[in-house]
């Protein structure tokens, strides 16, 4: 089976600029997390959805923002990018949302900010 | 809030040699604790989890034992190989919860 898929793999923005990243969860998956990675720290949670709500928001600024499809991909949205927002951006999907099922990560996209 | 603190890296170590990457954390409850490995270049696997105090998790020779008394959570291996050079990640999950929050990272390599 596939795991989880996220696109595009790398990109470059200016600062100011938009961007949007894409995740396939595992097939059956319906929740989705989204990470941030900046360069030598752990991640950081920003938004987790599941069944297309947002269940759960990170300590991030409104310039982030995510949505899930009926097909339980999703994508992370940030406006007005900073310096700061240069990162490896990851996706983690789960099966169901009762705290115990493995959250299964992609391989990130990696975002940086000029 | 949650935290997680890890030993601080990067660890070099020769093959075959025995491994410790410490962890500790903050929480309250009871929370699912977790080891993730991040090798070159690539996403986030999980390696090994421990869901209630005194559990081992184990997976690929290495182990970590849910210590509530200490609120740790040390990665163990009895004798590495040179692929073991990754970058290790300690998480804790609180219960009913599906955010996992990190500690900082432990790189470690592994000379033949």
């Known amino acids: 089976d596939a795991g989880v898929t996220q696109s595009p793999t790398h990109l470059i923005k200016t600062r100011g600029q938009q961007v949007t990243l894409r995740c396939s969860p595992i097939?059956?998956?319906?929740?989705v997390s989204w990470y941030q990675q900046v360069l030598g720290q752990g991640p950081q949670f920003i938004f987790q959805?599941?069944?297309?709500?947002?269940?759960g928001r990170g300590n991030f600024p409104d310039r982030f923002s995510a949505r899930q499809f009926p097909n339980y991909s999703s994508e992370l949205n940030v406006n007005a990018l900073l310096l700061g927002d240069s990162a490896l951006y990851l996706c983690?999907?789960?099966?169901?949302?009762?705290?115990?099922?493995?959250?299964?990560f992609g391989p990130g996209t990696r975002l940086l900010v000029l | 809030g949650d935290s997680v603190t890890q030993m601080e890296g990067p660890v070099t170590l020769s093959e075959e040699a025995f491994l410790t990457i410490n962890c500790t954390y903050t929480?309250?409850?009871?929370?699912?604790l977790f080891w993730y490995v991040q090798y070159p270049g690539e996403g986030l696997q999980l390696l090994l989890k421990?869901?209630?105090?005194?559990d081992k998790g184990s997976n690929k020779g290495f182990e970590a034992t849910y210590r509530k008394e200490t609120t740790s959570f040390h990665l163990e291996k009895g004798s590495v190989q040179v692929s073991d050079s990754a970058v290790y990640f300690c998480?804790?999950?609180?219960?009913?919860?599906?955010?996992?929050?990190f500690g900082q990272g432990t790189r470690l390599t592994i000379n033949p």
């Open positions: 421990a869901t209630k105090a005194d």
């Open positions: 983690a999907s789960s099966a169901i949302t009762t705290g115990e099922e493995t959250q299964y």
């Open positions: 998480a804790l999950r609180r219960q009913g919860a599906q955010k996992l929050v």
């Open positions: 959805y599941y069944e297309k709500e947002e269940r």
């Open positions: 929480a309250t409850g009871y929370p699912s």
């Open positions: 097939s059956g998956h319906k929740s």
